[in-house]
């Protein structure tokens, strides 16, 4: 896998994947950025929500629940100096669906914690990882 970075100018930067899609990213207005796209480290925490969310809803289509939607909301938490790694990352599920079946839900959210989800695993020895979730019946 490739990716290819391409400062802009200023605090901004051009980001284009292997696969020909590309983002543009900027600092902080703080730190002489003009809030032009996500921050480097919020592409972190999206590429662990799109990943972990990526797996739960296969597993969960795989295991015939009747998924309709699935949203993680993430908060993190960093360190106050440098370099401000995150500290602790909580991942909250929201499910929408018919008949969602909780055990099946939690297990699907685990499985993508523990085995599928390489984002999130390549993170979890350095930064403490959570999750939970709730279901919303349709």
Same mark, same amino acid.
């Given at each position: /896998?490739?990716?290819?970075?391409?400062? $802009?100018?200023?605090?901004?930067?051009?980001?284009?994947?292997?696969?020909? =899609?590309?983002?543009?990213?900027?600092?902080? #207005? @703080?730190?002489?950025?003009k809030n032009?796209?996500?921050? #480097? /480290? @919020? /592409?972190?925490?999206?590429?662990?929500?799109?990943?972990?969310?990526?797996?739960?809803? /296969?597993?969960l289509?795989k295991?015939?629940?009747?998924?309709?939607?699935?949203?993680? @909301?993430?908060?993190?938490?960093?360190?106050?100096?440098d370099?401000k790694v995150?500290?602790h &990352? =909580?991942?909250?599920? &929201?499910?929408?669906?018919?008949?969602?079946?909780?055990? $099946? *839900?939690?297990?699907?959210?685990?499985?993508?914690?523990?085995?599928?989800?390489?984002?999130?695993i390549?993170?979890?020895? %350095? *930064?403490?990882?959570?999750?939970?979730?709730?279901?919303? %019946?349709?």
């Amino acid at each position: /896998m490739k990716s290819r970075i391409k400062w $802009q100018g200023g605090v901004s930067f051009s980001g284009e994947s292997e696969s020909g =899609h590309s983002v543009l990213m900027d600092g902080a #207005p @703080e730190a002489g950025g003009k809030n032009l796209g996500p921050r #480097p /480290m @919020e /592409m972190i925490l999206m590429g662990v929500g799109g990943c972990t969310t990526f797996d739960v809803v /296969m597993i969960l289509k795989k295991g015939r629940q009747d998924i309709s939607d699935c949203v993680v @909301e993430i908060e993190a938490a960093r360190a106050t100096l440098d370099p401000k790694v995150f500290t602790h &990352i =909580h991942l909250h599920f &929201i499910l929408t669906g018919k008949n969602l079946n909780r055990t $099946q *839900v939690e297990r699907a959210i685990n499985l993508s914690a523990e085995k599928y989800c390489s984002a999130s695993i390549m993170l979890k020895n %350095a *930064v403490e990882i959570t999750h939970d979730f709730e279901i919303v %019946a349709l």
